[in-house]
């Protein structure tokens, strides 16, 4: 289990019926990809997104063509609705007016501090929270072109002036987020913010990150290095693929660091010159029908008897192979020998049948 204590010091904000932040569980996000005047396809995208177990979604608003799109949309998604603004500040107030859960600005690229007062103003009026989201390529003007400072003092100096800007104006009610693509820079920020600033939650990922291999490494060593050091109250695994693809990762992560679990464990071994059956595609199609599984089990798919019931006897159910044939075992108990060509189709009746 992480170390949890970072997490309690932080103050709760609500983003619809989500809690963030004091010691609530490190809530999942993604974004979606559709265009957000086409209120049919976000809504179906969005649904996709619950389904996988996301939590907080956050949709784009570029223009104010889109904000009677962003209307429709907040009305009718199962999940709380986050308004990505850049630049422009008459959008955000716009979004907060129709139905946002919270707001997504990075105050550098908003302009004057009256734009950023007058947003701040319409979350105030909204009763929504606002994310301070900094990026390493749009930071605070006046520290950017400092020269005594590194990447990481950059961001959190950011992140620093515009908080106290926040607090000026009596709202705290405030999600901090200072994202590079770099890990070690993800890394040394977030961890400098949860020292300077450790009563704000962090929304924690890597910006940036890649396509779905690349992204999803350099997410988990950033990400996981942080939430098991108690650092990290929402996230978003930035992937160039899916959005499903993004939340199906954080939740594995969060398994990994035994910090909660959606859909099953899967435990499967490598293979070697032992194997006697097809256990790369057997132990691939056992990870797809698990994404259908809603139980917090471990399931085992072993390709001998070396690697069998007995490393994996804490498994719950899992199938152990050897030629042309398997046993199904259920907490590290033979239970039956079964065909290879069914031995994929009878786990699942057995995990249907107890779990």
């Known amino acids: ?37 086409d209120v049919v396809a976000t809504l179906e995208q969005i649904g996709q997104l619950a389904q996988a ?6 949709v784009a608003v570029p223009d104010a063509a889109s904000l009677e799109g962003f209307e429709g949309i907040c009305a009718a998604s199962p999940l709380p609705v986050v308004a990505d603004i850049h630049f422009d500040y008459k959008l955000a107030i716009g979004a907060a007016q129709r139905g946002a859960a919270a707001l997504r600005v990075n105050p550098g690229n908003i302009g004057s501090w009256e734009r950023v007062d007058a947003v701040i103003d319409a979350a105030q009026q909204a009763g929504i929270p606002i994310r301070i989201g900094v990026n390493a390529g749009s930071l605070d003007p006046e520290v950017d072109k400092r020269t005594d400072l590194t990447l990481p003092q950059k961001l959190v100096a950011s992140c620093e002036a515009f908080v106290r800007h926040f607090e000026g104006r009596g709202f705290t009610d405030v999600v901090l987020s200072a994202k590079a693509h770099s890990v070690p820079v993800t890394i040394q920020t977030y961890r400098m913010l949860a020292e300077r600033l450790p009563q704000y939650p962090l929304h924690v990922g890597v910006t940036e990150a890649g396509t779905l291999r690349q992204g999803t490494v350099k997410n988990c060593v950033a990400v996981g290095t942080l939430l098991e050091q108690g650092i990290g109250d929402t996230m978003r695994l930035s992937l160039t693929a899916d959005p499903v693809e993004e939340v199906r990762v954080a939740w594995e992560l969060l398994a990994a660091l035994g910090m909660r679990r959606l859909h099953p464990e899967l435990v499967s071994c490598p293979t070697c010159g032992r194997t006697q059956v097809n256990l790369i595609g057997m132990a691939q199609e056992v990870e797809r029908r698990l994404q259908n599984v809603r139980a917090p089990i471990s399931v085992a798919v072993m390709g001998c008897v070396v ?28 239970l039956c020998k079964v065909d290879e060509e069914h031995l994929v189709d009878e786990l699942f009746a057995e995990i249907e049948r107890r779990f």
């Open 307 to 334: 690697n069998g019931p007995g490393e994996a006897r804490d498994a719950d159910i899992g199938i152990a192979c050897g030629k042309g044939s398997g046993l199904i075992f259920v907490g590290g108990e033979p």
């Open 1 to 37: 289990m992480g170390n949890a204590s970072a997490r309690e010091q932080t103050r709760k904000v609500f983003v619809g019926n989500v809690a963030v932040g004091g010691g609530a569980p490190v809530s999942v996000q993604s974004m979606c990809t559709t265009r957000t005047s």
């Open 53 to 58: 177990g996301c939590e907080i979604v956050r």
